[in-house]
């Protein structure tokens, strides 16, 4: 199985979504790479055609987060986020909320990543918890999980990019 096979999405509850990702590498790097603004802005890109214009990060417990993406023709979206907890190298809890431009409030995720290591492989799991079903099912009609699994794909890249 390949590193990209190991993505899964599944729904534990009906507020939950559960993703998990193998990385061949170290747990510093990927942990790195998740918090550290000028590695995120190269992996974290979003679709084809769109780049990372903003990141910034304040990766302490009350610090914040300010993201925004835009597309080939000129549309954007963000994300604010709040770190609630941040223990390196294995975990980070957000609340976080995405501004997609049109001033329709989004809802508030609630984001717990947690990273482990074994013989030099990354498992991560990231659980999104959402205030109600509908919020969640929002999320998974929006197709995160397809921007996800492709900004894991470039994750992969930028890792044996760098010898991690």
Avoid at 48 to 59: I, N, S
């Amino acid at each position: 199985m390949s590193i990209s096979q190991t993505f899964q999405v599944t729904l534990p509850s009906d507020t939950e979504i559960l993703v998990t990702r193998d990385f061949s590498a170290p747990l510093k790097a990927v942990f790195a790479a998740h918090t550290q603004p000028e590695l995120m802005k190269r992996w974290l890109t979003g679709p084809p055609g769109w780049k990372m214009t903003r990141c910034d990060v304040d990766m302490r417990p009350g610090g914040s987060g300010h993201y925004e993406w835009q597309g080939p023709d000129g549309i954007g979206f963000g994300l604010r986020q709040t770190v609630r907890e941040f223990v390196p190298p294995s975990r980070v809890v957000m609340e976080e909320r995405f501004d997609m431009g049109d001033g329709a409030p989004m809802p508030v995720q609630y984001v717990t990543t947690e990273f482990t290591e074994s013989g030099g492989r990354t498992h991560m799991k990231m659980t999104l918890r959402y205030d109600d079903r509908a919020a969640r099912d929002g999320a998974l009609a929006s197709g995160m999980d397809q921007g996800m699994a492709m900004g894991y794909d470039n994750l992969d890249r930028l890792l044996s990019s760098t010898g991690a």
